[in-house]
């Protein structure tokens, strides 16, 4: 299994999870059709669906389009906090996560890995330790030194709500480490609030070495599970 990013970030994300029998699966599809058509290098045979987290247009832009050539999934327009699909060999299941808008966590097993894929929360209101998650694509938008800092110097008169911290992102991967092989951070802020190196290092710290750490970077595609 491959992750490929395209975009990320609150100017737009978009991922696409590869299966070994290259099966594509679209994460948000929140930057214009044309760039998501380019990330897939032309070529929209194997796409097998595309899961939406929120309606929030960094995330939600080209769903409608996309659904001229796939299935589209958005869970978050029904009330269901939990639910379950097939996409192609994916196997998916969402559960809801605080945010400004409703919006869901995602969790993808497919070649024998289960993945989670979690943007835009403010913390995940379950204990997932009995999904023994191997893979994280997940959001650590913002540095909690930097933003008590702002508010410290008067800048800001609250923290920002509805996006996770280093803090909140650091707890979950700690949480969940038994089973994680990679953990990829997506969506940080590019207002000055997160210093990507600085946190990823801070991270690398903290969790074991055999996981493999990194941030998403547009263009990038990631090798997911153990090498051999
Ligand atoms: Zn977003
Ligand atoms: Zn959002």
Redesign the pocket.
Known sequence: MTLKTIATGSTGNCYILISDSGNRLILDAGISIADIKKGLDYDIANVCGCVIT?S?L??SFSANKIKNFAPVWKPYESDKARQHTHLGCFDIECFDVP???P?RAFIIKADDLTILYAS?FEYLPYNLQNKNINVMLIEMNYQQSIMNKLELDGHITHTVT?HSSDKTTTEIILQNQKHLQNVVLCHYSKSGNLRRDEALEELKSKVPEYINTQWAIPGEVIQLGCPF
């Open positions: 929120h929030h960094d995330h945010h400004s808008v919006c835009d509805g």
